[in-house]
T-cell receptor, first 115, second 115 residues
Framework: NAGVTQTPKFQVLKTGQSMTLQCAQD?????MSWYRQDPGMGLRLIHY???????DQGEVPNGYNVSRSTTEDFPLRLLSAAPSQTSVYFC??????????????FGQGTRLTVV | SQQGEEDPQALSIQEGENATMNCSYK?????LQWYRQNSGRGLVHLIL?????REKHSGRLRVTLDTSKKSSSLLITASRAADTASYFC???????????????FGSGTQLTVLP
């Protein structure tokens, strides 16, 4: 049982480059989310999805795109990398029960540096 | 903006002592969750308390919730060096309409347990 798998674990980009962070879960969870974690800031929500074909913006969506074509996969695209996007990125999945979020399962994170 | 705010930001105790962390939040919630993060790793779910619950236990963990004060506390009893980690509270907002929104995290408490 792999849980939530993120790739790559580390990435260095040059300013202006684009890339896709991959996230896959094998628990058939409806909800998937992307967070970024910066020192002293906790986790901030970038984008989330409540099911295949449905995505919405979180607190800090600018510069990022997402899509959810399948239940399992939720890739995060950086359109034109900027140094301000240097961060650790976490993908999470969860299911809902009675309309409420239940416990979230997190991937191990992607440490991204933009130079 | 952050929904949950933990207090204190950092806590250092001796092994065997109890550790108490507090979380305050701003909006109406369906539930509140506590997570742990070891250095360089993803977050791991510890415990979930629903808005109609006041106290919950899980092993050495005790969580309280006061919805009138919009606050929660996490108590770790008989701490061990292995409890050294960052601890985050996360709230699941009660939406006015539509599906449940994603979790909103605080900035965390860094707990150090000295052997």
């Amino acid at each position: 049982n792999a849980g939530v798998t993120q790739t790559p674990k580390f990435q260095v980009l040059k300013t202006g480059q684009s890339m896709t962070l991959q996230c896959a879960q094998d628990m058939n969870h409806e909800y998937m989310s992307w967070y970024r974690q910066d020192p002293g800031m906790g986790l901030r929500l970038i984008h989330y999805s409540v099911g295949a074909g449905i995505t919405d913006q979180g607190e800090v969506p600018n510069g990022y795109n997402v899509s959810r074509s399948t239940t399992e996969d939720f890739p995060l695209r950086l359109l034109s990398a900027a140094p301000s996007q240097t961060s650790v990125y976490f993908c999470a999945s969860s299911y809902s029960r009675g309309g409420q979020n239940t416990e979230a399962f997190f991937g191990q994170g992607t440490r991204l540096t933009v130079v | 903006s952050q929904q949950g705010e933990e207090d204190p930001q950092a806590l250092s105790i001796q092994e065997g002592e109890n550790a108490t962390m507090n979380c305050s939040y701003k909006t109406s919630i369906n539930n509140l969750q506590w997570y742990r993060q070891n250095s360089g790793r993803g977050l791991v779910h510890l415990i979930l308390i629903r808005s109609n619950e006041r106290e919950k236990h899980s092993g050495r963990l005790r969580v309280t919730l006061d919805t009138s004060k919009k606050s929660s506390s996490l108590l770790i009893t008989a701490s061990r060096a292995a409890d050294t980690a960052s601890y985050f509270c996360a709230t699941a907002e009660r939406p006015y309409s539509g599906s449940a929104r994603q979790l909103t995290f605080g900035s965390g408490t860094q707990l150090t347990v000295l052997p």
